[in-house]
């Protein structure tokens, strides 16, 4: 029951969000901060992983080709399929609900418990759209950030392949020219635009109408992220099916 | 002028307030009071309309705010300055840019203008120096100024305080107390304060209506609130040693 209640808000939190808009030059800046605070502020930690990952993937490819029929471009090609198609958008994105959906739900709660929301009520704000809608229109530009995970992961395998010595530059590079489809670049933007979309409005939700005090804030963030995963993941997996299956 | 009419709110099964009808006066400080749980802030959050509430009626000047449209709710919120018990300030702004935040939100003053008025609010609260400061490095009781400061920047007709010297030293109580007295009186503002402290019942209780339970239990002001013989205001009133002390002297002296 209190599930199908949570959806039911949780909906209605998204359309409330689209009412009432906040002066055009006040949302211009905290869409700016935002941006800031979750897109450029998350592209560090998105470098690291992609990078190692996708070196990691490289290696652990190379060294599951043992029959010599195989071509060794084969290397560079399962690294680019696996970092555009799953590594990129899901992996990344659930590491993101970690950091950037911990970050919303943690920042929106402590303004609820400190009745900084309150406040923004009395002076007749609408809440939602001061708070969410910059989130998540901010995140609007969270596939420029999965673009560059995509193109630092097959560096790093690329980096890892030719200085470890499991294949040779050119190999690589044929590797990732060989059978490019477009449609799988296409599949990845749709899927890492609906996970941002989840990204920036399922911790909102829990920060917005947590209840309780600092101690709350803290289980408030766990719960989102848990939750923001398991929908990704539920997501990936749909959306898979419908486009690729 | 304020004037509550049989109000009654409940959460679930919780009758929280019990049928009350009072008036609040223009220019005066209107002191609503009872223990913890007695339903003061739930009171004052039905007067800012942040809680709907399932009989009664609430009316500003004359105006039921039930019955306004949803621009003529809008317009009186801008009239209405709120000062929470946690002070509520923005913490991702400087005290400068919280107390500018309702002139940035509700008028089309230039920048340079905003800043003129935060900077004599902030005077007006004995906060000269304090503009670029973040809340968080600001003490309990400068929090309070800035939050009072953000309360009235925008010329407010009404103004709600809940428990605004609540975790302040006496000293520093007082003077916020004598602060939001003396900035209603000098813009005849309608305030209404939510508190549990006796010192400022003495101080700033022009009106007082006491709480029990969710049920208006007494009304009148500082001046009868010690002849009174309701036992329930007594019991409340006279719950610490100084002040029984402080009725035998006022009895003494008066009889
Ligand atoms: N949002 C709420 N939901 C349910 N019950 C509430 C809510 N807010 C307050 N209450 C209940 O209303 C009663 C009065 O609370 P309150 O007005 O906060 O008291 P106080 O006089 O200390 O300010 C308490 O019993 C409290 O538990
Ligand atoms: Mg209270």
């Known amino acids: ?245 | 002028m304020i004037e509550v009419k049989d109000l009654n709110k409940s959460f679930g099964e919780a009758h929280i307030l019990k049928g009350i009808t009072t008036t609040f006066e223009k220019g005066k400080t209107n002191l609503i009071i009872g223990q913890s749980g007695s339903g003061k802030t739930v009171f004052l959050k039905c007067l800012l309309g942040l809680f709907d509430y399932e009989e009664g009626s609430i009316a500003y000047d004359g105006n039921i705010f039930s019955k306004l449209t949803e621009d003529e709710k809008r317009n009186m919120r801008a009239k209405i300055g709120m000062v929470f018990q946690g002070s509520a300030l923005f913490d991702s702004m400087t005290i400068e840019e919280n107390v500018m935040f309702p002139l940035r939100m509700f008028t089309k003053q230039s920048k340079s203008e905003m800043q003129d008025r935060a900077d004599f609010v902030l005077k007006r609260v004995n906060l000269p120096n304090a503009h670029n400061k973040m809340p968080s490095e600001a003490s309990g009781g400068m929090q309070k100024r800035v939050a009072i400061a953000r309360a009235i920047v925008n010329n407010p007709k009404y103004l709600f305080c809940d428990e605004p010297n609540s975790g302040l030293d006496p000293k520093t109580a007082i003077v916020i107390d004598n602060l939001i007295q003396e900035i209603t009186d000098e813009y005849k503002i309608t305030t209404v304060i939510n508190s549990h402290d006796m010192n400022s019942v003495m101080e700033i209780g022009e009106k007082i209506v006491f709480l029990k339970d969710g049920l208006k239990a007494w009304e009148g002001s500082n001046k009868n609130i010690f002849k009174t013989d309701n036992e329930v205001v007594t019991d409340f009133v006279y719950s610490s040693n100084l002040f029984k002390r402080v009725r035998k002297m006022y009895i003494k002296e008066n009889s």
């Open chain 1, 1 to 245: 029951m209190t599930y199908l209640h949570n959806i039911g808000s949780y909906f209605l939190m998204i359309r409330e969000m689209f009412r009432k808009p906040t002066k055009w030059s006040v949302m211009r800046q905290l869409i700016l901060n935002d941006i800031n605070d979750l897109i450029i502020g998350s592209l560090g930690i998105i470098a690291f992983i992609s990078f190692f990952v996708g070196g990691v993937i490289s290696i652990q490819t190379a060294l599951n080709i043992e029959n010599p029929l195989i071509p060794k471009h084969l290397v560079g090609f399962a690294t680019r399929q696996s970092v555009i198609l799953e590594f990129a958008p899901t992996f990344i994105s659930v590491i993101m609900a970690g950091k950037v959906g911990s970050f919303i739900t943690s920042s929106i709660g402590t303004m609820r418990v400190t009745e900084q929301i309150d406040a923004l009520e009395v002076m007749g704000i609408n809440s939602l759209n001061y708070l969410v809608f910059p989130k998540t229109i901010a995140l609007l530009f969270y596939p420029f950030a999965i673009t560059f995970g995509m193109f630092l992961g097959i560096l790093g395998g690329m980096a890892a392949c030719t200085f470890g010595g499991y294949s040779t530059l050119t190999d690589y590079i044929t590797g990732i020219q060989t059978d490019f489809e477009t449609f799988h670049v296409y599949y990845a933007f749709i899927k890492t635009f609906v996970f941002a979309f989840v990204l920036a409005t399922i911790p909102s939700f829990h920060g917005y109408y947590m209840k309780g005090g600092a101690l709350e804030v803290g289980k408030a963030s766990t719960t989102s992220f848990v939750w923001t995963a398991v929908v990704i993941i539920l997501l990936n997996y749909i959306l898979t099916d419908v486009m690729l299956g």
